[in-house]
């Protein structure tokens, strides 16, 4: 398994510095099943901490099934969003859901042709890829 953005999030989140490290440590705890929302289809809703703490912070989707290599697929600053207003509309969530499901099942060279032409990064993950590849995202013994 490996962790990767697409060309979106890191459009997106650009102004912001996001270390490999720290998208790894992120990454980490999706697969120990800390997020604050599964919204079915292997989309996961994830908080994330900007200089000021996760309330304030960016939120991001990922996507991501056991098993299953993780993406990092869009993200925005919680202030990017108008108050009352739902952060995620039910014609966005369809449209993740359709991405998810496609992006989930990539063979490991259609994934290494999206890196090739830009469409997703890999995430360098010192020390995680032997967690990842334990399959529960706990150290191996």
């Not at 102004?15 to 705890?29: Q, V």
């Not at 697969?31 to 304030?56: C, H, T, W």
């Not at 830009?118 to 334990?134: I, M, S, T």
Request: proline residues 1%; aromatic residues 8%; contains cysteine.
């Amino acid at each position: 398994m490996a962790v990767y953005t697409t060309k979106l999030f890191d459009k997106k989140l650009k102004s912001e510095i996001l270390s490999d490290s720290y998208l790894c440590e992120i990454a980490h705890e999706v697969m120990n099943g800390r997020f604050e929302g599964d919204l079915g289809g292997g989309v996961i809703k994830k908080r994330i901490a900007l200089n000021a703490g996760k309330s304030a912070g960016a939120r991001t989707i990922i996507f991501f099934k056991l098993g299953s290599n993780l993406f990092f697929a869009d993200g925005w600053k919680k202030n990017q969003v108008r108050k009352g207003v739902k952060e995620i509309q039910d014609d966005e969530l369809a449209i993740y859901k359709d991405i998810a499901g496609d992006l989930l099942q990539l063979t490991v060279q259609q994934i290494a042709q999206l890196v090739k032409v830009k469409e997703l990064r890999e995430v360098e993950c010192d020390g995680c890829k032997d967690e990842r590849a334990a399959g529960n995202g706990e150290k191996p013994a």
